[in-house]
């Protein structure tokens, strides 16, 4: 699928493709391999960075004769455990191709679509299409990284509410994980923004230049919220630990407290409990109901004090 841009947008066959004219496509890395790469100046070592690349999720961006070549691994930020695709960026003059690498839902020639019809063509550039598309992979990402933002908000309700369950601190670790995944995928996207910001082999024009730094500035804010969101789960776990630690002593504090007020009983039963011949109570009529009322007016006693010093 490859479009031609000039006084209107139209898509033509690998074939009858003017290379005078700003195309795009999504192409197979099968037909880059053939006499249709070759013409393009697609050679062996990007061909084995396209094979090699499922091994590593970052790669690096290449310049060299006046072309460009990266791996970009695409996330939907919703869902980072998914399958990611993978997709090929090559650029030269007036081309830009994206070689599918790994695209399980169709979304790279869809998005590759989109990108092509919001282009207006008074003012289509190589630069802006690169963008275009860029910004058509994140167009969701903000209102996703607010759910992130909605969900650490919620947990930080259970806290205080004292609704945590036992899986709590192992959402927070999830989370967390999710999260660092999708600050590494804006840095790689980070990495391909400043390498052609840099325009090492003059491949872009100078002027258009600002296309490629109002879009980094796009991916520093989205990185820069996901880092403050992981910076936040982390601030959620302390609080957390902290609601723990308060119940633990409350509990410590009431067994404290319940184990002082019988300690004076345990002193009773423990005397009484000797059973020399010679102690008067164990022949007084009246000798066990005092003892009775002596150990329920020690716990009253106890308990009034406790509850005079806030204790209980």
């Known amino acids: 699928m490859l479009y031609e841009f000039s006084d209107q947008l139209r898509r033509v066959e690998p074939e009858h493709m003017d290379r005078t004219r700003l195309t795009a496509g999504v192409v197979s890395l099968d037909l880059l391999k053939g006499s249709f790469g070759e013409r393009l100046g697609f050679g062996a070592r990007e061909a084995e960075e396209c094979e090699?690349?499922?091994?590593?999720?970052?790669?690096?961006?290449?310049?060299?004769?006046?072309?460009?070549?990266?791996?970009?691994?695409?996330?939907?930020?919703?869902?980072?455990?998914?399958?990611?695709?993978?997709?090929?960026?090559?650029?030269?003059?007036?081309?830009?191709?994206?070689?599918?690498?790994?695209d399980d839902d169709g979304s790279i020639p869809f998005a590759m679509d989109e990108a092509a019809r919001r282009m207006s063509l008074k003012a289509?550039?190589?630069?802006?299409?690169?963008?275009?598309?860029?910004?058509r992979l994140m167009d969701n990402d903000g209102r996703d990284l607010e759910s992130f933002d909605d969900r650490i908000a919620g947990m930080e309700a259970q806290i205080e509410n004292g609704t945590t369950e036992k899986t709590f601190n192992s959402e927070i670790l999830s989370l967390r994980r999710r999260l660092l995944i999708v600050?590494?995928?804006?840095?790689?996207?980070?990495?391909?923004?400043?390498?052609?910001?840099?325009?090492?082999?003059?491949?872009?024009?100078?002027?258009?230049?600002?296309?490629?730094?109002?879009?980094?500035?796009?991916?520093?804010?989205?990185?820069?919220?996901?880092?403050?969101?992981?910076?936040?789960?982390?601030?959620?776990?302390?609080?957390?630990?902290?609601?723990?630690?308060?119940?633990?002593?409350?509990?410590?504090?009431?067994?404290?407290?319940?184990?002082?007020?019988?300690?004076?009983?345990?002193?009773?039963?423990?005397?009484?409990?000797?059973n020399f011949q010679y102690m008067p109570e164990l022949k007084s009529r009246f000798g066990y109901p005092a003892v009775i009322l002596l150990s329920v007016l020690v716990v009253i006693v106890s308990f009034i004090f406790f509850k005079r010093k806030k204790l209980l």
């Open 52 to 102: 090699k690349s499922d091994e590593r999720f970052r790669s690096a961006v290449e310049f060299s004769e006046g072309k460009l070549f990266a791996v970009v691994s695409v996330r939907e930020v919703a869902n980072v455990y998914g399958a990611r695709d993978r997709v090929g960026l090559f650029v030269r003059k007036n081309l830009m191709l994206l070689v599918s690498l790994r």
């Open 183 to 274: 600050r590494n995928y804006y840095e790689q996207l980070l990495d391909i923004f400043d390498a052609m910001i840099e325009n090492e082999a003059d491949l872009f024009s100078e002027k258009n230049l600002y296309h490629f730094r109002t879009v980094r500035e796009k991916i520093v804010r989205l990185s820069a919220n996901a880092q403050i969101l992981r910076d936040s789960l982390v601030q959620v776990r302390e609080a957390y630990m902290a609601a723990l630690d308060y119940s633990a002593n409350r509990i410590m504090k009431v067994f404290t407290v319940v184990t002082t007020i019988f300690l004076p009983l345990t002193l009773l039963v423990g005397w009484y409990g000797m």
């Open 124 to 135: 289509v550039s190589l630069e802006r299409l690169i963008c275009v598309f860029f910004e």
